[in-house]
């Protein structure tokens, strides 16, 4: 299929709109599931500072939300109702939304992972979403260098250290499996052919792990063993499963 480009809303027609619609339902999860987290660790976040960055975030990914709003009710959507449909926050990401340390390591972890999947949503073959992303990218960054600031102040203490390792090791193959789905099959050939991403899931994964390893490596932290991600049923291809290996 040659390369598109579509302008318009009311370009986006039958077998495009659907996927395209089911890749906007899936992140406005993530964004308005992602607020609610950041806006409930307020409560818990230790430090005046830390509370100051947590409401700064939620408020980002309250933007964040706000614009696929737009986009969608530019579909003909109500974004009411996608919404409805979502589970609730906690249930979303299988976190314990009043623990800090685990709003750490989803920090590092799941919040990243978002942002590897916007940065295919921002080079999209339908041009409203594309354009809407790079403001999305900017504050990205931010969430995820403070994400990488927790890790190394936790990795400071041994005690604390290990207990981010454990939440980190049953939160990691849970994003690998929600956040980007599986890393092969039809939809994800479809996607790539009609441009509504640029590479397919197994780069966009690798490429995340291989960010993380760097970071990872500096701190001691260790991907958990394959086995984890086996007993959740995320599927691995050998690509993938060679990064992991790398550090165990
Ligand atoms: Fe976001
Ligand atoms: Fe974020």
Redesign the pocket.
């Known amino acids: 299929m040659a390369a598109i480009t579509v302008h318009s809303p009311q370009e986006a027609q039958g077998e495009y709109r659907e996927m395209l619609v089911r890749l906007m339902t899936r992140q406005f999860y993530a964004?308005t599931a992602?607020a609610e987290v950041?806006g409930r660790s307020i409560a818990c976040a230790p430090t005046l500072r830390e509370k100051f960055l947590a409401a700064e975030?939620a408020s980002?990914?309250a933007d964040?939300s706000e614009r696929l709003c737009k986009l969608f009710r530019e579909l003909g959507i109500d974004p009411e109702e996608v919404h409805r449909a979502r589970p609730s926050a906690a249930q979303f990401w299988s976190l314990d939304l009043d623990n800090w340390l685990q709003i750490a390591v989803f920090?590092f972890t799941v919040?990243?992972a978002?942002?590897h999947q916007i940065m295919e949503y921002r080079d999209s073959s339908y041009l409203p979403w594309a354009m809407e992303m790079g403001a999305v990218l900017a504050?990205?960054e931010g969430?995820?260098d403070n994400g990488i600031e927790n890790l190394r102040e936790f990795a400071r203490d041994k005690a604390v250290f290990a207990e981010f390792q454990r939440v980190y090791a049953d939160m990691l193959p849970v994003t690998l499996k929600r956040a980007f789905g599986r890393p092969s099959g039809i939809d994800n050939d479809y996607c790539v052919a009609v441009g509504l991403k640029r590479h397919t899931t197994e780069e966009i994964v690798n490429n995340y792990l291989a960010e993380m390893l760097g970071y990872m490596r500096e701190c001691g932290l260790k991907f958990p063993p394959l086995a984890a991600f086996d007993k959740i049923g995320a599927e691995l291809l050998p690509s993938t499963r060679a990064i992991l290996l790398s550090n165990q």
Do not use: I, K, M, V
């Open positions: 964004e992602t950041f975030f980002e990914e964040h920090n919040d990243r978002g942002s504050d990205e969430h995820y």
